[in-house]
């Protein structure tokens, strides 16, 4: 009889523990919404290959809302808790007089990712063989545009005087306009720029991320008040990001390449290998998450120049370092 009781007992035990355990083991969900799927974001693609996430007990809900307006709209109507887009608009959000301010608390590129494509090559090219060029450019008030325009006018070239400047072809049919005929030069993300490149349509001649110099191109972002009320999740999830930047450090662009390529099925692993090793032989991956003053001043000064930017807003006032040096520092 007593052991029949010690029995019971340890059955009614067992029952009570393990719904907690349950509970302890099950992960907090975090939805993401990236602004467009490239290889240029190759760290987020590590760490949710790699396992980083789950570590960190988060599970991430990744979609892509295509464009900075479309979405900063998800993120401001909740239809995402985080964001990954450029911190230009934080900025526009901020200036509209939003009540609850979006934050950027982890970089994830540290550069622009586009390139100038020549319909020629170009062996020696020089920055003034532009001048009196037609030339293919981005949509008006966007990053690439503004960095664009901002390392012409660093070279002497006044993108509106000395070429002959065309901004209204949508931004998904850009390539296709250059490729049908458009223009002497163009301004490419990747893997379009590499694809000219081996289809014989174009050939990389310069880097607007080289020229511009560091810049918070690419950055996870969330409203104040999710910062606040979920902080050791926004904690987890940079610490998780850290280990996927320290990874893509760590390894060869051939590593990157084959731990990415289900996120680019339409790629073949040879040219997903090529554009990592673009983007990390020039330094457009963040090595840490922190966004520092002087890249968010160089933004400032970009936007300014292109005549874009609203108001001045101060480092502090829309950027969080604190949880990127803790989990750095641990």
């Known amino acids: 009889m007593k052991k029949l009781r010690l029995l019971l007992y340890a ?14 083991n099950e992960s907090t969900e975090i939805r993401v919404a990236e602004v467009t799927r490239s290889i240029f974001y190759a760290p987020q693609y590590v760490a949710l290959e790699k396992g ?22 998800t993120l401001l109507s909740d239809g995402a808790d ?11 959000v901020k200036a509209r007089g939003a009540n609850d301010p979006v934050i950027n608390f982890a ?8 390139f100038l494509v020549a319909r020629e090559e170009q062996p020696n090219f020089k920055w003034e063989d532009l001048k009196g060029s037609t030339f293919l450019g981005q949509r008006k008030g966007g990053m690439p545009q503004m960095v664009g325009e901002y390392v012409l006018k660093q070279k002497g070239i006044d993108p509106h005087e000395d070429l002959n400047l065309i ?20 301004q490419l993300f990747e893997p379009t720029a590499s694809v000219f490149e081996r289809e014989g349509k174009g050939h990389i001649v310069a880097s607007f991320g080289t020229e511009s110099g560091h810049v918070p191109y690419t950055v996870f972002m969330a409203k104040q ?24 450090q760590e390894h060869s662009a051939k590593e990157i ?14 040219l997903i290998e090529i554009v990592a090793e673009r983007y990390k032989s020039q330094g457009s991956f963040a090595t840490d998450p922190i966004l520092d003053e002087e890249e968010w001043n160089n933004l400032k000064a970009i936007m300014e120049e292109a005549g874009e930017l609203p108001e001045d807003v101060q ?9 990127a040096k803790d989990v750095i520092k641990k």
């Open 11 to 24: 059955s009614l035990v067992f029952v009570l523990i393990l719904p907690l355990a349950a509970c302890s």
């Open 52 to 73: 980083f996430f789950e570590e960190e007990g988060i599970s991430v809900d990744l979609k892509t809302t295509w464009g900075g307006d479309k979405t900063m709209t």
């Open 82 to 92: 985080i964001a990954l887009v450029g911190s230009e608009t934080s900025i526009y």
């Open 107 to 114: 970089q994830l590129t540290q550069t622009d990712g586009t």
């Open 167 to 186: 901004q209204n072809v949508e931004f998904a049919n850009i390539p296709n306009a250059f490729a049908s005929g458009t223009g002497d030069y163009v």
């Open 225 to 248: 008040s999710y910062m606040d009320e979920n902080k050791e999740s926004i904690e987890k999830f940079t610490r998780a990001l850290h280990k996927a930047q320290t990874w893509v």
């Open 257 to 270: 390449a084959e731990v990415i390529q289900p996120y680019f099925e339409d790629s073949d692993l040879e």
């Open 315 to 323: 480092h502090n006032t829309l950027v969080n370092t604190d949880i």
